[in-house]
C-alpha cells in the first residue's frame, strides 16, 4: 500500500510539474508578446509622427489588448496580398515578365511589410521604409543590450552593445 | 493627389531639396536668418555636414539665385532644420556611409514630411503648385519669379514659423537682387528659378520631365536606402535592391520578435548568474551602458508623447537601476527563497513563485491601464514584508 501510494503521490507531481510547466511557458510567451507589443509602442513614439509609427503604434496597442483581435486583423491583410497578387498574376500573364511587373511585386511586398504602407505612393514607401529601417536598427540594439544586461552575461557583449550604442551618437 | 502633386511638383521639390542644401554653404547673410530662424539643434547639424561635402557647393554655385525663392519655401518648411528624429536615428544607423545619407534623406525627407505634414500642406501644396506652373512652362523670367514670390508671400505667414518667414521674405525679396549681384561670381549668368535641366536629345514636354524627376526622385531615395541596408552596394537594379531590402526588413523585424521572447525568458531574478560576475564589473557595465541606452532613448523619444510606449523606454533604466542594486541583495535573497517560501502559496519552487511575481509587476509595467497597478500593489509590500529589504527598487 506504501507503495501505490508513494506512487500515486509521484504521479501527483508529475502531473502538477507537467502543467506548471506548461503554464511558465504559456506565461513566457505571454510575456514576449506584450514585450514585443511594448517595443512595438515604443518604436512607434520614436518615429516622430511618421506615418508608419502611427500605424505601428495602432497595430500594437490592439495587440496589447488581444491575440484575438490579431488573428482578426491578419486574415484581412492576408486577403488583400492575395487580391493584389491576383491582379498581378493577370497583367503578368498578359505581357511577359516585365521588370516592372516584377518591381512592382516587391512594392507590394515592402508595403505589407512596412507598418502603413498600403496608402502610399512609391516615393513615400521608399522614404518610410528608410525611417522604418533606422527606428527597427536602433531598436534592436536597444533590445540586444537590455538582454545582455539582464541575463547577466559578461561585461564584453554589453561593453560592445555599449559601443554600438554611444558611437553613432 | 499624390501622383498629381508629384506630376506637377515634382521638379520644385527635387530640385529645391538641391536647393535647400545649397544656401546654407556660401549665403551667411541670407542663411544667417534662415538657420536662426529655424532655430533647432538640427539646423547647426545639417549645416555641418554640408558644408563638408563638395557636391553641395557646386550645386549652390551653380543654383545660386534661387536662394530668394526658396528661402520662402524652407522657412516654410522648418521642420527641414528642426528634425532631430531623423538624425540620430539616421546616425544610429551606421557610422561614415550616413553622414552622406542622413544629409541627403534629411532634405528629402524633411520635404516629404514638410509637404505631407498636416499644417504645412496647404502651404506647400500652393507654393508648390505654382512652382511646377513656372517649371512646365520653362520660360522663366525674372518678372515671373517675382510674380510666384509675391503669390508666394501672403501664403507664406501660414507657414508654422511665421517669425522666421517673415525675415525670410524680406531677407528673400531684398537678397533676391542682392543674391544675383553677389552670386555673379560662380558660372552663370542667374536664369530662372528652379527648372530641370533638359539634357541633349531630350523631349522636354511637360509629362516625360515629371516622369524623369519622378524617376530620379525615386533612385535618390533608393540611393539612401542603399546606405541603410548592408550589404546593398553590390546589387544595381531596383528589383534586386528591392529584394535586399525586404529581405532586410524581415530580418529586423524577426530579430525584434525573437529579442522579445528572449526578454520574456530571462529571468532577471535568476541570482545564479550574478555570482559569476565580479560585482564591480557589474557596476562599471551599467553605468557606461546605461548612460548610452538612456541616451539613446532619449534622442528616440524626442518628441514625448507621455504615453504607454515611454514606459518600455523607462523600463530599460529602471531595470538596470534595480539589477545593480539587486547585486547587493543577492545573497540575501537566495538565502531567502531558500529557506521560506515567500509568498502566498507554498509551492515548490520559490524560483516559480518569484517568476509570477516579476510577472505580475511586468504586467503592471505593460498594462498601463492602471487596472493591475492593484495588483502590483498587493504584491510589492509582502515581498517586502517577507525580506525587509529596503532598497529593493522596483520603480514602475
Sequence with gaps: ?169 | MDGGRAGGVGGGDYISSLLNSSPRLDFGLLSDGVVSGAGAGGGGDCLEKLCGDPGFAERAARLSSFNGYRYGGVGGDGGLFGMPPPAPAAAAAGAGGSREASSVSDPASAMKDAANGKKRKATNAKGKGQVGEERELSDGKRSKMNEIDKKENPVKPKAEQAGSDSSVEDGGGAGQKQGKGKNAKPVEPPKDYVHVRARRGQATDSHSLAERVRRERISQRMKVLQDLVPGCNKVIGKALMLDEIINYVQSLQRQVEFLSMKLATVNPLDFSNLPTLLQKDMYQACGPSASSVFSLESSNSAFPFAEQGDVFQQFAPNSMESQCTLNQLDLALSQATNGQYAFQDGTTSANLQQRNFWDDDLQSVFHLENGQSQDNGVSVPSFHGQLQAGHMKMEF
Excluded: N
Design chain 1, 1 to 169: 500500500m506504501d507503495h501505490r501510494f508513494v506512487v500515486a503521490v509521484q504521479a501527483e507531481e508529475d502531473e502538477s510539474v507537467r502543467q506548471q510547466q506548461q503554464h511558465q511557458q504559456h506565461l513566457v510567451r505571454e510575456r514576449g508578446r506584450r514585450i514585443k507589443a511594448a517595443a512595438e509602442l515604443g518604436l512607434a513614439r520614436s518615429s516622430g509622427g511618421r506615418r508608419w509609427g502611427r500605424a505601428l503604434g495602432r497595430r500594437a496597442l490592439l495587440l496589447r489588448k488581444d491575440p484575438a483581435t490579431t488573428a482578426a486583423i491578419s486574415p484581412s491583410v492576408g486577403s488583400q496580398e492575395e487580391a493584389k497578387q491576383g491582379k498581378v498574376m493577370e497583367a503578368e500573364a498578359g505581357e511577359e515578365e516585365d521588370e516592372e511587373v516584377m518591381v512592382e511585386e516587391k512594392v507590394e511586398l515592402l508595403r505589407q511589410l512596412v507598418p502603413g504602407g498600403e496608402a502610399m505612393a512609391v516615393e513615400r514607401l521608399l522614404d518610410e521604409t528608410a525611417d522604418y529601417i533606422a527606428a527597427l536598427r536602433a531598436q534592436v540594439g536597444v533590445m540586444r543590450a537590455l538582454a545582455c544586461l539582464l541575463s547577466g552575461l559578461g561585461s564584453t557583449p554589453e561593453k560592445e552593445a555599449s559601443a554600438t550604442l554611444e558611437k553613432p551618437l
